[in-house]
């Protein structure tokens, strides 16, 4: 079986045509990154008989200390259940560490189909079956009664740092929709405020997502951001988990959650 190896532009069609196998709407939404220039910088293939049959890759998050997400990994159909997507993975959990890497995410639906049933869930076990653990279920994420799971991997041994808490003059400068969902909410926001959001602020934008028909809101902080958490919950909004020691050791990102 071959190795994987990086991604080139010429790679996009076949690629795009391997995920379109498991999944239309996300072949869609990766074409739109894969075409953007260094789309496909640190994107890898795995072939067989010289035809692409599988992707994987990762990106790294601003503001965080060798943190990745797995992206877009997708064996295509014809080749599935016959270990491509386990070697796949292996070896680039094994590249990442070789960066440095200390965690890594990856995203998971539990839609249930009304034929095929759990679509994901052999990707889910693939993933608890080489150390990933749930770290967050966010409920009707991507669509009502369709769940966000979000499993983590500690790559290196954790270095036991104690982050103290900071000032956080946190200010929201946009509203929007969140990618690959229905109806779903974020607020964008930067740290270079003179004082930290109120309660007030929080409610324009809640009111803002109820005239554009959103459901729900999903908000994300590092958890030395005290008194955001604060706000927050007397806003409406509920504490919906962690992702342990997203930011860098000692510093965890965490995550609210407001039903309109």
Not at 139 to 146: I, P
Request: hydrophobic share 35%.
């Amino acid at each position: 079986m071959n190795n994987i190896r990086e991604m080139q532009s010429e790679d996009i069609d076949a690629v795009l045509k391997v995920i379109e196998s498991q999944d239309e709407d996300d072949a869609e939404e990766a074409e739109s990154g894969y075409r953007e220039i260094g789309g496909v910088l640190d994107q890898y293939v795995i072939e067989e008989d010289g035809k692409v049959i599988g992707v994987t890759g990762f990106t790294k998050p601003p503001g965080c200390d060798e943190t990745y997400w797995l992206s877009w990994t997708y064996v295509h159909e014809d080749y599935a259940n016959k270990g491509h997507g386990r070697k796949m993975l292996s070896e680039l959990i094994e590249l990442i560490k070789q960066k440095g890497g200390r965690k890594l995410f990856v995203k998971v639906s539990d839609y249930i189909d009304d034929e095929d049933g759990a679509i994901y869930a052999a990707a889910l076990h693939l993933y608890q079956s080489l150390g990933f653990k749930i770290e967050i279920t966010h409920k009707d994420y991507y669509d009502k009664g369709e769940a966000q799971i979000i499993l983590g991997l500690r790559l290196k041994d954790k270095t036991g740092s104690v982050i103290p808490a900071e000032d956080c003059p946190v200010q929201f400068n946009s509203v929007f929709t969140i990618a690959e969902t229905d109806d779903a909410y974020s607020f964008g926001w930067h740290d270079e405020g003179e004082h930290a959001f109120t309660e007030d602020d929080v409610k324009i934008g809640l009111d803002q997502v109820r005239q554009d028909n959103g459901r729900v809101v999903f908000l994300s902080f590092p958890s030395t951001f005290m008194d955001i958490k604060n706000t927050l919950l007397a806003a409406g909004f509920y504490n919906s988990g962690i992702l342990d020691d997203y930011y860098e050791d000692g510093v965890d990102e965490q995550h609210f959650t407001y039903n309109i």
